[in-house]
């Protein structure tokens, strides 16, 4: 058998919802075979199990597990990374699969990008300066922002059942320092400073004064210190390193 059919085989034995007779004929040792297969499935649903315990914990172990053998038979993972997989997985999941309610789904969203952020490599791609408004400013490279309808960044409450709508935007980034992942909450005010400076497009002031036109906002007193607080938190937690050369 030629070394491609052999793959295509192995991958269907592996994935499929049942190996066919016919693959496992092809590829010989059948007892060897669905021993793989059961490992190979064992281990990447353990590892979406151990990256999203809290969509685990809403959606019940018999509904997740269904949602992890959908998505290898229908899609399979694509990935040679075990950490990669989960993002493959939720993002299948989501698109396919009637999760109810919205929240349930925006947890599935934010545990797998918490995981993403987590494990993905990132690092800063040239000299940081001090921050400077009239420098374009340097945005951590592993943020993300996220804008979701619930607030499921925050476990629920002893006795609550579900999330309340609460318009949420987070910023998920990985400290440079000590690798510490972090999840912030921003104003909406915020969250559209970050993202425009994001874009590491034109300098800090002119994202400032671009996004405070956007919003109708005056540039008064209350503003700028509130954009003082602001640039104080996001230096101090490692959102925003300084400014680029």
């Given at each position: 058998?030629?070394l491609?059919?052999?793959?295509?085989?192995?991958?269907?034995?592996?994935?499929?919802?049942?190996?066919?007779?016919?693959?496992?004929?092809?590829?010989g040792?059948?007892?060897?075979?669905?021993?793989?297969?059961?490992?190979?499935?064992?281990?990447l649903?353990?590892?979406?199990?151990?990256?999203?315990?809290?969509?685990?914990?809403?959606?019940?172990?018999?509904?997740?597990?269904?949602?992890?053998?959908?998505?290898?038979?229908?899609?399979?993972?694509?990935?040679?990374?075990?950490?990669?997989?989960?993002?493959e997985?939720?993002?299948?999941?989501?698109?396919?699969?009637?999760?109810?309610?919205?929240?349930?789904?925006?947890?599935?969203?934010?545990?797998?990008?918490?995981?993403?952020?987590?494990?993905?490599?990132?690092?800063?791609?040239?000299?940081?300066?001090?921050?400077?408004?009239?420098?374009?400013?340097?945005?951590?490279?592993?943020?993300?922002?996220?804008?979701?309808?619930?607030?499921?960044?925050?476990?629920?409450?002893?006795?609550?059942?579900?999330?309340?709508?609460e318009?949420?935007?987070?910023?998920?980034?990985?400290?440079?320092?000590?690798?510490?992942?972090?999840?912030?909450?921003?104003?909406?005010?915020?969250a559209?400073?970050?993202?425009r400076?994001?874009?590491?497009?034109?300098?800090l002031?002119?994202?400032?004064?671009?996004?405070?036109?956007?919003?109708?906002?005056?540039?008064?007193?209350?503003?700028l210190?509130?954009?003082?607080?602001?640039?104080?938190?996001?230096?101090?937690?490692?959102l925003?390193?300084?400014?680029?050369?």
């Amino acid at each position: 058998m030629k070394l491609e059919l052999s793959q295509d085989a192995i991958q269907r034995i592996c994935f499929s919802r049942e190996p066919s007779e016919e693959d496992l004929d092809a590829v010989g040792n059948r007892a060897r075979w669905l021993l793989y297969r059961n490992m190979v499935r064992a281990r990447l649903r353990r590892v979406c199990r151990v990256a999203l315990p809290r969509t685990l914990e809403a959606a019940g172990e018999v509904r997740f597990d269904a949602w992890v053998d959908e998505w290898f038979a229908e899609r399979a993972p694509r990935t040679r990374y075990f950490w990669r997989v989960v993002a493959e997985f939720a993002e299948y999941t989501r698109a396919k699969a009637a999760i109810e309610p919205l929240w349930l789904q925006e947890l599935m969203r934010y545990e797998a990008l918490h995981w993403h952020t987590r494990h993905d490599e990132g690092a800063p791609d040239a000299e940081i300066l001090p921050i400077d408004f009239e420098r374009v400013p340097f945005v951590n490279p592993t943020l993300t922002l996220l804008e979701l309808a619930h607030a499921v960044h925050r476990p629920l409450a002893e006795g609550q059942a579900s999330y309340p709508e609460e318009p949420t935007h987070l910023a998920l980034f990985r400290r440079i320092e000590d690798d510490d992942t972090v999840t912030w909450s921003l104003n909406p005010m915020g969250a559209a400073l970050v993202a425009r400076w994001q874009l590491e497009q034109e300098t800090l002031e002119q994202a400032v004064v671009a996004v405070a036109e956007a919003r109708n906002a005056s540039l008064n007193a209350s503003f700028l210190e509130s954009l003082a607080g602001l640039l104080e938190g996001l230096l101090e937690r490692g959102l925003l390193l300084g400014s680029r050369r």
